[in-house]
């Protein structure tokens, strides 16, 4: 009998509602891993979008398939990622360039 079939259908349910925290985690690791090459402005950006994707998330689905992503309320969960990747990727886009 193969682990999946052990752990049952309620087990395959709970690893499907941290898919979208796994999304938004990926597409900050992406942002973060182009940082650490030298291109902080898209990886700015590439974080910030992380941050809406998350906010988008959170907006639409239920607590209950949000997973990792409830934290609060879904209003101030909402307000606050919203405001946090809007003001991430203003910032990294009004940022001088110097070169």
């Not at 395959?12 to 182009?34: D, F, H, K, N, S």
């Not at 898209?42 to 398939?65: E, K, M, T």
Request: include cysteine; hydrophobic fraction near 55%; charged fraction near 10%.
């Amino acid at each position: 009998m193969s682990p999946e079939q052990q752990l049952g259908p309620r087990s395959l349910l709970a690893r499907l509602t941290e898919l979208p925290t796994l999304a938004v985690l990926g597409v900050v690791a992406v942002g973060l891993g182009a940082v650490a090459f030298g291109k902080w402005r898209a990886g700015s950006q590439c974080v910030g979008v992380g941050l809406l994707l998350a906010a988008g998330l959170r907006l639409s689905l239920p607590a209950r398939q949000a997973g990792l992503l409830v934290v609060r309320s879904r209003t101030v969960d909402g307000v606050l990622l919203l405001a946090l990747g809007f003001g991430l990727v203003l910032l990294a886009t009004v940022v001088p360039h110097n070169g």
